[in-house]
C-alpha cells in the first residue's frame, strides 16, 4: 500500500514546487502525471518549460487529461511493452487534480454536466488505485472556493466540483499540506500506528 500526500494551495502559492521536492527528497525514479490540456500557444510554452525542467532533474512525465486512475494503476502492473505498465518508478506526483476537474467538466459527450457525486466517486476512485501501487503518491491541487463566488454557472459548478474532488482526495490522503506564500502548513499528519 502506498502513501498518499495532497499538497494544496492557492494559485503560484509554491505547491508545485513543494510537492516535486518532497517527491525529489524519497529518492529513486520519479514520475510525473500532467493533467493540463494544450489549449493556447503560451499554456504550449509553459508545458514544454515545465517538462525541460523536470527532465533535467530526472523526472519521467506521462501526459492524462482524464483517466487518473487508469494511468496510476499502470503502475501496479507488470512493466513489460504491451501493457503499458512500470513498476521501476518510486514515486509519482500527480499535478494538478484542479485541471483534470476542468477536463472531466468540459469533457461530456453527451452535454449532460458532471455531477458532484460523479466527481466524487472518480476522485475516490483514483484514490483507491493510488492507494493500491507500491509507491508514495503526491496530488497537487488548487483551493479554489478561498476566492469570490465565481459570477456565473459554469464558474459555480467548477468551484463545486473541485471542492468536492479536494475534500475526497483530503479524506483518503494520510497526510495534507497547506501552501500559502510558499511556506507549507500541515492540516493532516499520518496517523502513528
Known sequence: MSEI??????CRSGKSRYA???AEDRGGKRLFIATAPVLDDEMCRRIARHRAERRERDWDTWEEQYDLAGRLGRLGERSDSASGGNTGYDVA???????????????SKDGAPLEEDQMAA??????????????????????VGLGIAPADGI????????????QEAAAAA??????????????KEPSKG
Open 5 to 10: 500526500t495532497l499538497i494544496t494551495g492557492g
Open 174 to 187: 494520510d497526510s495534507v499540506v497547506l501552501m500559502v506564500s510558499g511556506i507549507p502548513i500541515s492540516l
Open 20 to 22: 516535486q521536492r518532497a
Open 122 to 143: 472518480r476522485t475516490r476512485e483514483m484514490c483507491a488505485v493510488a492507494r493500491a501501487i507500491p509507491i508514495p503518491v503526491f496530488l497537487v491541487t488548487n483551493e
Open 93 to 107: 506526483l500527480c499535478d494538478c487534480l484542479t485541471l483534470w476537474v476542468n477536463n472531466l467538466l468540459y469533457a
Open 155 to 166: 464558474g459555480r459548478r467548477f468551484r463545486d466540483l473541485a471542492g468536492r474532488c479536494n
